[in-house]
């Protein structure tokens, strides 16, 4: 049994890592902003923490619950904040721009920093955080969401050198468009999501199930000697041309 921390756990991706993780037998502890949509999961399997992700103070007292779960060990944290947006610099301001940063990057920041403090005590752990297509590739209208996933992905390269002796392995997923509710903005119209999908190499989108595997696969199945890399689950969208 083992025990992990979910950052943004009731996003639709975050549940469905709950409930792999869960039905393994192990323990869960969520940071949510919606505690109404993983309210039918075990309570005594899964603990909730309901606010603000880059609320230092919440997030530590969530880690620290974590660890107690797991027997003085935290074995991994998944970061899944995040937010859509898809508009051009001259129809955006400087406090939108700087939201969708403090939402996707600070928060990411945070959860590393709590975690990663705790986990060089417990003796290691694995940290695994949620990129974007956006973060790599040049898409149209998408520069504040670029800024900040193409920070969270350098900040992974970076933190995996500064904890790679210290037993802590730092990793990122990149989906491109998947279904959830966060891309219904494009993904409710034929038109959109049709426009979206012709530019996939594999002519379709994710499946939020996908993302989940893989980031559990990142938390416990992994190779040791995975760290610092950015897995882009984007059909071939960041690197095919077909």
Request: glycine share 10%; hydrophobic share 40%.
């Amino acid at each position: 049994m083992g025990s992990f921390l979910i950052v943004g756990g009731s996003s639709d991706i975050g549940i469905l890592l709950t409930k792999r993780l869960v039905e393994e037998g192990n323990k869960v502890t969520l940071l949510v902003r919606d505690e109404s949509r993983v309210s039918d999961l075990p309570e005594d399997m899964v603990e909730r923490f309901v606010g603000d992700a880059n609320n230092e103070d919440l997030v530590l007292a969530a880690v620290q619950s974590c660890i107690t779960s797991g027997e003085g060990a935290i074995d991994g944290v998944a970061h899944l904040v995040g937010s859509f947006s898809v508009r051009p610099p001259h129809a955006m301001n400087r406090e939108s721009f700087e939201e969708v940063l403090s939402t996707n990057l600070t928060s990411a920041f945070v959860t590393l920093s709590v975690a990663c403090k705790q986990m060089l005590r417990a003796g290691g752990g694995r940290v695994v955080f949620t990129s974007s297509v956006a973060g790599s590739l040049g898409l149209m209208n998408h520069e504040a969401i670029s800024a900040a996933k193409g920070g969270v992905e350098s900040m992974v390269r970076s933190a995996a050198a500064t904890y790679s002796k210290r037993g802590i392995r730092v990793n990122a997923v990149a989906p491109g468009l998947t279904e959830t509710r966060l891309s219904s903005p494009i993904t409710s119209s034929e038109a959109s999501k049709d426009a979206a999908v012709s530019m996939i190499p594999l002519n379709r989108i994710n499946r939020a199930e996908e993302v989940a595997a893989t980031m559990h696969w990142l938390l416990t199945e992994a190779p040791d000697n995975i760290t610092g890399q950015v897995f882009h689950l984007d059909g071939g969208m960041s690197n095919v041309r077909s």
